[in-house]
């Protein structure tokens, strides 16, 4: 008996010794991979959203896998560039015109209307200041200058974020590209899944796969749709800092919220600029534009909601918090998730389980 104690100790020590090791490794391989967490989530959800595409592709290309995701993921990348890059440079060139008309004295601020006065809360100061920039451009922004300066920093750290998220978004579409080839990488997935989830390991799989799916067209796909129409709008109707605004539809419509709230300040900007003609019919593709998520959701979804509108709502805040633009995407589909896993593993009750019978004595 003495000379097993000092056999066990040792034993233990040198189990805790690789415990630690082990432990040691993994938490230094999760802080490696920490900053390509997200875009290693949202190209797994691209690489299931994109796949049937991918497969009808791959299959009229006679099995060329590899043609079929380069087509998918230059398509995609081509979507997102193209835009950014015409949106970047019209901002530009409207930073430089301004700033050329600023120096030499020929940039004009209209007279702003009275009605801008009636604005809730910020109507009075608004009003002023619109007004000290159309009487003397200069003195109006010597005037307003530390409000200038500290609107200008929110709006670079605004850009600077925005460029990070745009990088994100394009590793995360090559990664899917190279998900979707990959068969190991998908057998990787599906082992590692049925290995922590025991036989219902495949209920799991498809119940991933089908609430990505359910919360792509549900909420993202109604949402992106809903938000085009905006910016047909916001654009058309040529509001200020159009571009922001439809950002803004963007994530209120993501959370549920709906653009009624930007609706309603557009509306008003409009009627201030004394044409009541084009602001009534303004108003009634916006009052169209804010209500059409009631349609689209049906025939994008079907009847019932897949998940209760609180976990979208969370999933959508705090992705946004952790990780920016990208979070507002992969933070409701992966809460869901989830959410849906949670439920499925309450709801799977053990074998041999029977329900408790109610006994009555008589």
Known sequence: ????????????????????????????????LLPFVMPILWAIILAIILYPAYDFLQKKLKGRKSLASFIIIAILLLVIIVPTSLFVSSVTSSIVEIKTGVENGTLKVATPGQNIKEWPIIGEKAYNFLYSLSTDLKAGVLEYKDQIVEVSKKLLGSVLSSTVALLQVILSIIIAGILMVSTSAQNLATNFIKRISGDSGDEYVNLSVSTVFQVFKGILGVAVIQTLIQAVGLFGCGVPFAGVLTLLCLMLSIIQVGPIIINLGVIAYLFSLDNTTAAALWTVFFAFSGLSDNVLKPLLLGKGAMVPMLVIFLGVIGGFMMSGFVGLFVGPIVFSIGYKLFAAWLDDKPEGTKPESTIIEG
């Open 1 to 32: 008996m003495e000379n097993s104690n000092p056999y066990k100790s040792k034993q233990l020590f040198e189990v805790i010794l690789q415990l630690g090791l082990v432990f040691l490794i993994l938490g230094f391989c999760i802080k490696l």
